[in-house]
């Protein structure tokens, strides 16, 4: 079964930090760019990170820069995503992604496989 | 940073074609991907690099790209395809990826 399945999202004070997971399973995940993407409650897509394959490129929305780290394990077929300084705005469903384009390099193809996403919410 | 446009929301009745509009500064130079996503449902990738369907994906979706105006096209319109329909592309002078602010499709 082809999926991608979030976890470790819950509720956090502010300033404080969560650690996101997506686990892929039945699809090729080594080969393709990686991404981040959340939605607060009511409101629509907003991009937060990418990695490339090999993890060597990463990329930050401007509202999460120096505050948010991606990273992947490809042996454990999963990317993650270490929320640092959180605050309320960050308050979201995040989904994980999977960039069309294998081999690529740049995340250009639209992104063909997506998780359920995990719920952050961030209130004292 | 780079921006695209979504007008809100759009209403049509049941086998009329639907017209879903996103604008940006010369978008006609980029590739530009379309997702569905219903209440509480993940987004689902429509249409890809402009007017490419996805495995799945009926024939009634399609895309096109010109100028400053990119526009996902749905034929024959049914009640199921009622949704949030987002457009998004790659902007390569920043790197970011870039999502449209959505339209609401309405099936009177």
């Known amino acids: 079964q082809v999926q991608l399945v979030e976890s470790g999202g819950g509720l956090v004070n502010p300033g404080g930090s969560l650690r996101l997971a997506c686990a892929a399973s039945?699809?090729?995940?080594?080969?393709?760019?990686m991404s981040w993407i959340r939605q607060a409650p009511g409101k629509g897509l907003e991009w937060v990170s990418y990695i490339s394959s090999s993890g060597s490129t990463t990329y930050y929305a401007d509202s999460v820069k120096g505050r948010f780290t991606i990273s992947r394990d490809n042996g454990r077929n999963s990317v993650y995503l270490q929320m640092d300084y959180l605050r309320a705005e960050d308050t979201a469903m995040y989904y994980c992604?999977?960039?069309?384009?294998?081999?690529?390099?740049?995340?250009?193809?639209?992104?063909?496989?997506w998780g359920q996403g995990t719920t952050v919410t961030v209130s004292s | 940073s780079y921006v695209l446009t979504q007008s809100p929301s759009v209403s049509v009745a049941p086998g009329q074609t639907a017209r879903i509009t996103c604008g940006g500064n010369n978008i006609g130079s980029k590739s530009v991907h379309w997702y569905q996503q219903k209440p509480g449902q993940a987004p689902v990738l429509v249409v890809y690099?402009?007017?490419d369907r996805p495995s799945g994906i009926p024939e009634r979706f399609s895309g096109s790209n010109s100028g400053s105006t990119a526009t996902l096209t749905i034929s024959r319109v049914e009640a199921g395809d009622e949704a949030d329909y987002y457009c998004?592309?790659?902007?390569?002078?920043?790197?970011?990826?870039?999502f449209g602010g959505g339209t609401t499709l309405t099936v009177l």
């Open positions: 998004q592309v790659w902007e390569s002078s920043s790197g970011d990826l870039v």
């Open positions: 992604a999977r960039d069309r384009l294998g081999i690529s390099s740049w995340p250009t193809g639209g992104m063909d496989v």
């Open positions: 690099d402009d007017n």
């Open positions: 039945g699809l090729s995940f080594t080969d393709h760019y």
